[in-house]
């Protein structure tokens, strides 16, 4: 029973891609670990192998320039988003990498990183290797899966979390979470809190969370008030900042409560609330896309849905307090761990309904529960919303995370609002497919899927436009 925790689904990282940015990174800071152990200062050479969709798109997806951010010890949550250029034109200029900060060797990324396009290991579609040398003629190799939302594992072991913890109230599908609600007569975010209580203090767990929600609000703040041109040659311009500035109509403000309520004292008519709620999910992944701070949610390429349906609670439903912010997050989070648990959340294994159906389904249920519904219903709702997602491909052009990526977003986020209305409307218990079955239904669509719609940039809308992986 892998133990899943709301900080492992949630993470806060740089964009644009959790399984092709952040998983490279932090499996480049395990590889580091490693080096440490065995000396790092004896280190002579490294060389780093991408295999199969890491290498097909590794370059749009900024694969390369998270591994060697990783080898130089810097961390995702903490970097400097302004340093990323500056430090790689260093590197390759030089041809020099410092690992872990500490140790100079000879590195030149065009050379030491391999990009093997038709090469696939067969456990997942997204491994890595990394090759050591040191002074005394020793070599290691260590292989590593970045498997989906920034979950790393390494060659050899089980899965990519330690499943050791005994929580009060194992989930594996949602069945046993329905059971554990019922047992308990708690929400389903009642029953996550009372697992991760015991994984940490309540106290901790809920700093955890808000820091959460501050990342993914200022990621949306940021992303509303920036124009211009996305980097990777596709020429996308952004378009958050020209919507709010249509829409806020001139009003005054200077910080994000203050935003918010000027957004509110625009009304709540359908279209206003339908263009604010795409307004925030464009926000988020142009955000991703530009390389900026992000939390996976479940993924970097999914990133928008729910923090853009948790602002519609805040904004049009009156959910702005702590206590109803932690609620949204640990009910989102545990649907997401269902998914990951009985199907996948790595657009390279299922294609997009791993990512912005996961995130749709995770944001709709989320939501039922914050507006009354019953569990019943919140499963429902994420059963919804997955279902008018099932076989989506990831078909990204230029293999960046750009067309169609960012505008999916809004729609996996209007999506949740749908199907949480539509549980809403329905009574309990009559729904006649169930989120199990419809998890189940998710991966046999994973495995029957076309490899070229698997986030290899090979397949749809990727291959409709005159754009090459060399020129993105």
């Given at each position: 029973?892998e133990?899943?925790?709301?900080f492992?689904?949630f993470?806060?990282?740089?964009?644009?891609?959790?399984?092709?940015?952040?998983?490279?990174?932090?499996?480049a800071e395990?590889?580091?670990?490693?080096?440490?152990?065995?000396?790092?200062?004896?280190v002579?050479s490294?060389?780093?192998?991408?295999?199969g969709?890491l290498?097909?798109?590794?370059?749009g997806?900024?694969?390369?320039?998270?591994?060697?951010?990783?080898?130089?010890?810097?961390?995702?949550?903490t970097?400097?988003?302004?340093?990323?250029?500056?430090?790689?034109?260093?590197?390759?200029?030089?041809?020099k990498?410092?690992?872990?900060g500490?140790?100079?060797?000879t590195?030149?990324?065009?050379?030491?990183?391999?990009?093997?396009?038709?090469?696939?290991?067969?456990y997942?579609?997204?491994?890595?290797?990394?090759?050591c040398?040191?002074?005394?003629?020793?070599?290691?190799?260590?292989?590593?899966?970045?498997?989906?939302g920034?979950?790393?594992?390494?060659?050899?072991?089980?899965?990519?979390?330690?499943?050791?913890?005994?929580?009060?109230?194992?989930?594996e599908?949602?069945?046993?979470?329905e059971?554990a609600?019922?047992?308990?007569?708690?929400?389903?975010?009642?029953?996550?809190?009372?697992?991760?209580?015991?994984?940490?203090?309540?106290?901790?767990?809920?700093?955890?969370?808000?820091k959460?929600?501050?990342?993914?609000r200022?990621?949306?703040?940021?992303?509303?008030?920036?124009g211009?041109?996305?980097?990777?040659?596709?020429?996308v311009?952004?378009?958050?900042?020209?919507?709010?500035?249509?829409?806020?109509?001139?009003?005054?403000y200077?910080?994000?409560?203050q935003?918010?309520d000027?957004?509110?004292?625009?009304?709540?008519?359908?279209?206003?609330?339908?263009?604010?709620v795409s307004?925030?999910?464009?926000?988020?992944?142009e955000?991703n896309?530009a390389?900026?701070r992000?939390?996976?949610?479940?993924?970097n390429?999914?990133a928008?849905v729910?923090?853009a349906?948790?602002?519609?609670?805040?904004?049009?439903?009156?959910?702005?307090?702590?206590?109803?912010?932690?609620r949204?997050?640990?009910?989102?989070s545990?649907?997401?761990?269902?998914?990951k648990?009985?199907?996948?959340?790595?657009?390279?294994?299922?294609g997009?309904?791993?990512?912005?159906?996961?995130?749709?389904?995770?944001?709709?249920?989320?939501?039922?529960e914050?507006?009354?519904?019953?569990?019943?219903?919140?499963?429902?709702?994420?059963?919804?919303?997955?279902?008018?997602?099932?076989?989506?491909?990831?078909?990204?052009?230029?293999?960046?995370?750009?067309?169609?990526?960012?505008?999916?977003?809004?729609?996996?986020?209007?999506?949740?609002?749908?199907?949480?209305?539509?549980?809403?409307?329905?009574?309990?218990?009559?729904?006649?497919?169930?989120?199990?079955t419809?998890?189940?239904?998710m991966?046999?669509?994973a495995?029957?899927?076309?490899?070229?719609?698997?986030?290899t940039?090979?397949?749809?809308l990727?291959?409709q436009?005159?754009?090459?992986?060399?020129?993105?």
């Open positions: 029973m133990s899943i925790s709301v492992d689904i993470k806060i990282g740089i964009g644009p891609s959790s399984s092709h940015t952040l998983g490279p990174w932090r499996a395990r590889f580091i670990a490693t080096l440490e152990a065995k000396g790092i200062s004896n002579s490294v060389r780093v192998l991408l295999y969709s290498a097909k798109t590794g370059k997806h900024g694969t390369d320039v998270a591994v060697l951010l990783g080898l130089c010890g810097e961390d995702p949550v970097f400097d988003i302004n340093q990323i250029t500056p430090r790689i034109e260093q590197i390759t200029t030089t041809q990498l410092l690992l872990n500490v140790h100079q060797i590195f030149d990324p065009a050379h030491d990183v391999v990009f093997l396009y038709d090469e696939s290991l067969p997942h579609p997204n491994a890595l290797t990394f090759l040398s040191f002074n005394n003629g020793d070599e290691i190799a260590e292989t590593y899966y970045s498997i989906g920034g979950f790393v594992v390494k060659e050899g072991e089980e899965n990519g979390h330690d499943g050791h913890v005994r929580l009060p109230y194992p989930i599908k949602a069945e046993d979470l059971a609600c019922e047992k308990t007569q708690l929400s389903i975010s009642g029953v996550v809190m009372e697992n991760e209580n015991a994984l940490r203090s309540p106290e901790e767990t809920r700093a955890g969370v808000l959460l929600w501050h990342a993914m200022d990621c949306i703040y940021r992303g509303c008030h920036i211009g041109e996305l980097p990777g040659g596709l020429q311009q952004r378009r958050a900042d020209a919507i709010n500035t249509r829409l806020t109509e001139g009003k005054p200077h910080n994000f409560d935003w918010l000027v957004i509110r004292s625009g009304g709540q008519s359908f279209i206003y609330t339908l263009d604010w307004c925030f999910a464009l926000a988020v992944n955000e896309a390389f900026s992000v939390v996976t949610a479940p993924t390429g999914a928008g729910v923090p349906v948790l602002l519609y609670y805040i904004a049009f439903c009156d959910g702005y307090t702590d206590d109803k912010i932690i949204f997050l640990l009910t989102a545990e649907i997401g761990s269902i998914f648990k009985g199907a996948t959340l790595s657009a390279a294994m299922g997009c309904q791993a990512e912005i159906g996961v995130s749709s389904s995770m944001a709709a249920a989320a939501l039922t914050s507006l009354g519904g019953t569990v019943e219903q919140c499963l429902q709702a994420a059963e919804i919303a997955m279902e008018h997602h099932l076989g989506l491909t990831c078909d990204p052009v230029g293999g960046l995370v750009q067309v169609p990526c960012i505008e999916r977003n809004t729609m996996g986020a209007i999506k949740a609002i749908t199907a949480s209305q539509l549980a809403l409307q329905s009574t309990s218990g009559h729904a006649r497919i169930s989120l199990d419809v998890v189940n239904t991966w046999e669509t495995l029957d899927m076309n490899h070229k719609y698997k986030e940039a090979e397949g749809g990727a291959v436009l005159p754009i090459s992986l060399s020129e993105c």
